[in-house]
């Protein structure tokens, strides 16, 4: 935007990256624009709206828009409406502290990542900036639509969602867990129908918001046996000990899944996930026109 120079877009980046290093997890864009409004306040020009969408203020749509050199450069992630900072991110804060500088750099490469096709030095409007964000701000909406529905799920359909997916996957449900105690074993599933061939594949599924602890993941480890496949569905993801944990395990086998890679899943499975079972999660594609790379 022919408004907006390198200074003031280093003063809103390095506002967004001073935000997101306090959340070394992440942030939802949603909270990450509201938070930078205290932390880099509005100039006139973007406390007003555009006149296109009387309803749309341009401060969030031009934060948005600066991050997209950042996301290229390596710096910023963005994942289903969340925001975080990379080692290369947190190295470029502290080092490149005059914003003009923080802008510059992290346009080049851009540029850089563009392999020489040419990009202008700034963007060229404000239907620019509309363009490159709308389809941004549609996914965030549609995930958090998604995630909600999940997170507030009954627990035995989101084991039943899993066993869905599973089945999807390839795998054979030998055993679900009916309401009442499950001894830490909510799903049991093989590589085929009959259970002969292959390892036994036991399934632990948690519903919750909150993130499952090393303890949780060790708990499970042990009612693993030596030929067992461990898989644990956490809504709630797991703390980075309890990662940790399971990527330096030598002698048990588990595998974590938390909600967005689920997610995943269940989209590149979909229609081969049985009917009862999608109709707990349906999908239904919407298109958009995607914005110039």
């Known amino acids: 935007m022919a408004e907006i120079t390198h200074k003031r877009r280093g003063e809103l980046l390095r506002g967004i990256f001073k935000i997101l290093k306090a959340h070394p997890d992440g942030l939802q864009a949603k909270h990450v624009l509201s938070k930078l409004e205290e932390v880099v306040p509005p100039t006139e020009f973007e406390d007003t709206n555009y006149p296109s969408n009387p309803n749309q203020r341009r401060f969030e749509k031009i ?4 991050t997209i050199p950042t996301v290229k450069a390596g710096w910023l ?21 005059d914003p003009e500088n923080f802008a510059k750099e992290a346009f080049r490469l851009y540029k850089e990542w563009k392999q020489g096709q040419p990009v202008p030095d700034v963007p ?8 490159a964000t709308t389809l941004e701000e549609a996914e965030e909406s549609a995930w958090a639509s998604i995630e909600e529905h999940l997170l507030t799920m009954n627990p035995y359909d989101f084991q039943d ?13 030998a055993w679900i ?6 001894r830490g074993i909510d799903i049991i599933a093989h590589t085929n129908p009959l259970g002969i061939e292959g390892p036994r594949i036991k399934v632990q599924v948690k519903r919750r918001s909150d993130k499952i602890a090393v303890d949780g993941v060790r708990s499970f480890m ?4 030596d030929g067992d496949i461990g898989l644990f569905v ?12 399971v990527r330096t395990q030598e002698k048990r086998k588990l595998t974590l899944l938390g909600l967005k890679k689920l997610f995943d899943l269940w989209v590149e499975h979909y229609y081969k996930i049985p009917e009862n079972r999608r109709k707990l999660l349906p999908l239904q594609p919407v298109y958009f026109l995607s914005p110039k790379k």
Do not use: C
């Not at 969602?161 to 449900?173: E, N, R, T």
């Not at 867990?177 to 499950?182: F, M």
């Open 161 to 173: 969602l899993v066993a869905g997916l599973l089945q999807g996957m390839g795998y054979h449900i």
């Open 124 to 131: 060229e409007g404000e239907e620019d900036a509309n363009a």
């Open 63 to 66: 934060a948005r828009f600066t």
């Open 177 to 182: 867990s009916p309401p009442g105690p499950d």
């Open 222 to 225: 042990a009612i693993l046996g």
């Open 77 to 97: 992630v963005k994942e289903k409406g969340n925001w975080s900072l990379t080692e290369e991110g947190l190295k470029a804060f502290e080092s490149l502290t």
């Open 234 to 245: 956490s809504a709630g993801g797991f703390t980075k000990e309890a990662e940790l944990e």
